[in-house]
């Protein structure tokens, strides 16, 4: 991605002519990999529990994104509001916003994905994860008025042909996370929610909190690593 | 660069990572946070885990209700192109200061108009919100930070040099966790000076009567 990502409306070809039957089938070519990838996987020994549908919505996930940043596809767009403004809304409905607030921060939240789609690295972050950082970022900068400090920047942008053996990986990682978390003891699993809508103060937080992260620490740590590498 | 972070023994606790990814500390916190991811891999990637947590628990939560225009509205902000955000910061030369503490102030170490606090140690108080306070603190080598206790968390984060209390030693990227429970006396190693990013969320509790006397003028 080059130069303004505006600059590209006015030619808008949407990629999805029906978007309610949107497949991994119809994506476009980004997907050819990503076919290889499953078939690879298919074929490896190694049989992780991997929720084959749950990926596929992830996976469709990015490639709505990826239709945002190259094509301004507002199909692709449409879905990734339908899915995720109700939940952005609910985070934020949760973490203190009145209804209002809550809607027009949302709408916010929608617009800076779009905006902020050549920034997205499907490697690094699944899209739900991506779009609860720019829902947190929201969130701090309109409902609690603070100036937003963030760690430096590493010279990583996102790579223009990402390898989709990773891309899938790493969706099929964040799923298992998921999983694991909705196994929790309700009431663990309602302490942690708590903290993240921030009724609780880090004080409060207990020191174990006993997340399941061991799914996906591996892949973020190895991305680091590897970045570390290359930049010797 | 790579040796410094080698080094760093003392990382952030999973309560403040839960809490950055969040976005619900203080904004002097989240200072001493992203400061220390700067200069910390570890903690760079444990942070990476902590924002996946909190999409899964936003994809878990129950949808609201979005207002039917939403998507209309949204494209007509995206099309008046109002919305943006500020990039991540980068450090722009060669600084002690991290590029999110660089944000912060406006100089270098002997630019800054530090101020005395007494027993040769210097402070610089950055602007934050008011619920917690932040400042750089300048520690001559081998000079003793009064004895004080903590009414909330303190967050101490070594940016040059290193200090060593009845805890431990904390070198340059140590990040020192103190709550109510620690009574420390700071002393700063021998060599160079000792420079600091330290956050409170509560007044520190110094047990002397002159430090307490300094503490109302320049308000620790």
Request: net charge negative; proline share 6%.
């Amino acid at each position: 991605m080059t130069g303004d990502p505006m600059s590209g409306r006015g030619r808008n070809k949407p990629m999805f002519t029906e978007p309610d039957t949107l497949t991994i089938a119809d994506a476009p070519p980004v997907f050819a990999a990503y076919n290889g990838a499953k078939a690879a996987r298919q074929r490896s020994v190694e049989t992780p529990k991997v929720n084959t549908e749950a990926t596929t919505k992830r996976m469709a996930w990015v490639v709505q994104v990826t239709a945002v940043r190259d094509n301004q596809d507002r199909a692709a767009f449409a879905e990734l509001f339908g899915y995720f403004a109700p939940r952005v809304k609910s985070f934020l409905m949760k973490s203190g916003a009145s209804p209002d607030l809550a809607e027009e921060c949302t709408q916010e939240v929608m617009a800076t994905l779009w905006n902020k789609a050549h920034m997205f690295d499907p490697t690094k972050a699944s899209v739900s994860t991506w779009i609860f950082t720019i829902a947190r970022n929201r969130k701090i900068d309109i409902l609690r008025k603070q100036r937003r400090p963030e760690p430096e920047d590493l010279p990583w942008g996102p790579e223009p042909e990402p390898d989709q053996v990773e891309v899938m990986g790493l969706q099929q990682e964040t799923d298992k996370l998921g999983q694991a978390l909705a196994a929790l003891p309700d009431e663990q699993r309602k302490l942690i929610e708590r903290a993240y809508f921030g009724e609780l103060s880090h004080s409060e937080i207990a020191a174990e909190t006993g997340l399941p992260l061991g799914t996906i620490k591996s892949r973020i740590r190895l991305a680091l690593d590897r970045l570390r590498h290359t930049m010797k | 660069m790579m040796n410094e972070m080698k080094q760093i023994k003392h990382h952030l606790t999973e309560p403040l990572l839960i809490s950055y990814a969040a976005g619900t500390l203080p904004e002097a916190f989240n200072l001493v946070v992203a400061t220390h991811i700067s200069m910390c891999d570890e903690c760079r990637a444990a942070l990476a885990e902590y924002e996946t947590v909190g999409g899964e628990v936003m994809l878990d939560a129950e949808p609201a209700d979005i207002a039917e225009d939403a998507l209309a509205a949204t494209l007509a902000m995206i099309d008046s192109g109002t919305i943006s955000e500020r990039p991540a910061p980068v450090r722009t030369r060669d600084s002690l200061f991290p590029g999110p503490l660089q944000d912060y102030v406006n100089g270098d170490v002997d630019s800054l108009k530090w101020r005395k606090v007494g027993g040769g140690v210097s402070q610089l108080v950055l602007e934050t919100s008011k619920e917690a306070t932040v400042r750089l603190l300048r520690i001559p080598a081998g000079t003793a930070v009064p004895d004080h206790g903590h009414r909330g968390t303190e967050l101490t984060l070594v940016l040059q040099g290193a200090f060593t209390d009845a805890e431990d030693r904390f070198g340059t990227g140590d990040l020192e966790v103190a709550n109510e429970d620690l009574h420390h006396t700071p002393v700063a190693e021998a060599g160079e000076d000792c420079i600091c990013l330290a956050a409170t969320d509560a007044p520190l509790r110094f047990s002397g009567l002159l430090p307490r006397i300094a503490q109302r003028f320049v308000g620790i």
